[in-house]
């Protein structure tokens, strides 16, 4: 009795840590924000840096669910489970919603936190934005472009800013070529 009473607990636990996975961590984008094999997104550019005022239903129309969520909804992705993992790619790093160039890789760092970490934006691509959700006050990263929730930016980075642009890998895509 008390032998299947462990099994079915360690059987429940097993199942729940199976259902809690994210399908979506590590799954294959196109260039332009969206996932292999879904719809495209017609404002993604890396050439255009425009203001973008596309409505809401808009963007939840056109990108994946996970996305919409983080960019729009001012979601975070789980700590570990991003897509940058490595440091040391050439190139640029972009918003996934719209491709606006962001952070140059020289700028990355290993924060220890789970999400990539950078001391710099690209000049004028981002804008910062008070936060007080959560019962902090925090300062939100958007991108100055179509207005994304990328992350938090804090002051205990590295020289020479101090700062550390912490944000969410799904928030980011990463392209060879420079801005």
């Not at 984008?29 to 292999?36: A, H, I, T, V, Y």
């Not at 495209?40 to 969520?69: G, V």
Request: hydrophobic content about 30%.
């Amino acid at each position: 009795m008390q032998v299947t009473r462990i099994m079915f607990g360690l059987a429940m636990t097993f199942l729940l840590a199976l259902l809690g996975c994210d399908s979506s961590v590590g799954q294959e984008r196109r260039s332009d924000g969206g996932p292999k094999g879904e719809r495209s997104n017609p404002y993604y550019s890396t050439t255009d840096t425009a203001r973008l005022d596309i409505p809401l239903e808009e963007w939840e129309r056109i990108l994946d669910a996970h996305l919409y969520h983080v960019a729009f909804e001012k979601g975070t992705e789980r700590p570990f489970t991003g897509k940058f993992k490595k440091d040391g790619l050439d190139g640029t790093y972009r918003c996934a919603v719209c491709g606006n160039a962001l952070f140059d890789p020289r700028t990355k760092f290993e924060s220890g936190t789970g999400w990539p970490s950078f001391y710099r934006p690209i000049p004028a691509r981002v804008k910062d934005q008070m936060d007080l959700g959560h019962g902090m006050v925090r300062t939100e990263v958007l991108c100055q472009r179509c207005g994304a929730h990328l992350g938090h930016v804090f002051e205990d980075g590295p020289e020479p800013t101090g700062l550390r642009y912490c944000i969410n890998a799904i928030s980011l895509d990463h392209t060879s070529t420079s801005p």
